[in-house]
């Protein structure tokens, strides 16, 4: 038996199948998580192209990257507990293999711009224009995270 069928079959597996309140109530919570996540990451991407330059850039992370970070565990805890509902068929859906892969590109991303424009941010922080490596990771920011919206509801029509 394949770890996808024991995932699946599982007593959570069968429990987001059987359930008539399961599924629905860990689908609003990734959709609530969803909305957090992107919503925080587009408003400091925002802000890293340009948008309301009188905010600092790293008081307003403060704010909102642990609101992202929330949205984040949210996602990933809640799209566990769907996945083991249909383990098999997921694991061989394309759009489902796309959103994983989006959502690697877009943890890269961030770790790229932590570890590399984020570094000065001190002599951008307030009314500088951030360097065009942080616009573009901002830019591409804003691209992944839709894209994987956009893969993840894709995944019921494939």
Do not use: C
Request: net charge positive; hydrophobic share 60%; no cysteine.
């Amino acid at each position: 038996m394949s770890w996808l069928t024991r995932v699946e079959g599982s007593a959570i597996g069968a429990w987001m199948r059987e359930s008539s309140w399961g599924y629905p109530a860990v689908e609003v919570v990734h959709i609530l998580g969803l909305a957090l996540l992107v919503g925080t990451a587009a408003m400091w991407d925002l802000r890293l192209l340009g948008v309301a330059r009188r905010l600092s850039v790293s008081a307003l992370g403060g704010y909102l990257l642990p609101g992202a970070r929330v949205g984040f565990a949210m996602v990933v805890a809640s799209g566990a507990l769907l996945f083991t509902s249909d383990a098999v068929a997921l694991s061989s859906n394309p759009a489902f293999r796309a959103k994983l892969v989006v959502i690697v590109a877009a943890l890269v991303n961030i770790s790229v711009f932590h570890a590399r424009p984020f570094r000065s941010v001190a002599t951008w922080d307030t009314g500088g224009q951030p360097p065009i490596a942080a616009r573009v990771a901002a830019a591409l920011s804003i691209l992944l995270w839709v894209l994987a919206v956009v893969a993840g509801r894709w995944i019921a029509y494939v």
